[in-house]
């Protein structure tokens, strides 16, 4: 089946620090990847996507790209803000139909000034 | 918009009590979806639902059902709780035409004693 993995938290950085989180996937065919992000006390948005391979999905800042060879969609933004501590989620859906997400287990980052 | 809307927020419940949690969207979204997130699980998917009168299995289903009689409402029915039903749970919808980008509403905290 599909499954995500990415980094275990929490991620601790100070304002400015660049910030990466690892995502790697198992899918059969072409899966559609995401990355969304939880604020504290609210539900999930959607950050950016990447439908087929070497992709680039980008949203304020931040961006990941779909690296088919290495199954992995790492997520980056060169210069964190302390509005950017949340929980990250990377997801996929199998294929370019349907909308049924597998998610990875989250990574908390928390960004002090 | 409201978006998507979830009641109520926080619910705590005996074991073997029933209940249900309403969604609702204003979007006209056809797929609905209900997740369940756990502390280091990310979301898993529940239940999930393509078009009014048609709804499917996902991920964890047991212990709960759904039904999808309007394109707007996606009820939650708790059958008879058990404490390992206790987490958060989200509504999500999102329009066929695009894949993967779901809208997710604020959650429901249910803790079950």
């Known amino acids: 089946g599909n499954s995500v993995t990415q980094m275990e938290g929490p991620v601790t950085l100070s304002e400015e620090a660049f910030l990466t989180i690892n995502c790697t996937y198992t899918?059969?065919?072409?899966?559609?990847l995401f990355w969304y992000v939880q604020y504290p006390g609210e539900g999930l948005q959607l950050l950016l996507k990447?439908?087929?391979?070497?992709d680039k999905g980008s949203n304020k800042g931040f961006e990941a790209t779909y690296r088919k060879e290495t199954t992995s969609f790492h997520l980056e933004k060169g210069s964190v803000q302390v509005s950017d501590s949340a929980v990250y989620f990377c997801?996929?859906?199998?294929?370019?139909?349907?909308?049924?997400?597998?998610f990875g287990g989250g990574t908390r980052v928390l960004v002090k000034p | 918009n409201a978006g998507v809307t979830q009641t109520p927020k926080f619910q705590v419940l005996k074991t073997g009590q029933s209940m249900t949690l309403q969604c609702a969207q204003d979007?006209?979204?056809?797929?609905m979806s209900w997740y369940r997130q756990d502390p280091g699980m990310g979301l898993r998917l529940i239940h999930y639902?393509?078009?009014?009168?048609?709804?499917d299995q996902g991920e964890v289903p047991n212990g709960y059902n759904v039904s999808r009689s309007t394109t707007e409402d996606f009820p939650l029915r708790l059958l008879s709780a058990a404490p390992s039903q206790t987490s958060v749970y989200f509504c999500?919808?999102?329009?066929?035409?695009?894949?993967?980008?779901?809208?997710f509403g604020p959650g429901t905290r249910l803790t079950v004693t």
């Open positions: 639902s393509v078009g009014a009168g048609i709804t």
């Open positions: 997801a996929l859906t199998p294929g370019a139909a349907g909308n049924k997400l597998t």
């Open positions: 999500a919808s999102g329009s066929g035409g695009l894949v993967g980008e779901q809208y």
């Open positions: 979007m006209n979204h056809e797929y």
């Open positions: 899918a059969t065919g072409y899966p559609s």
């Open positions: 990447a439908t087929k391979a070497d």
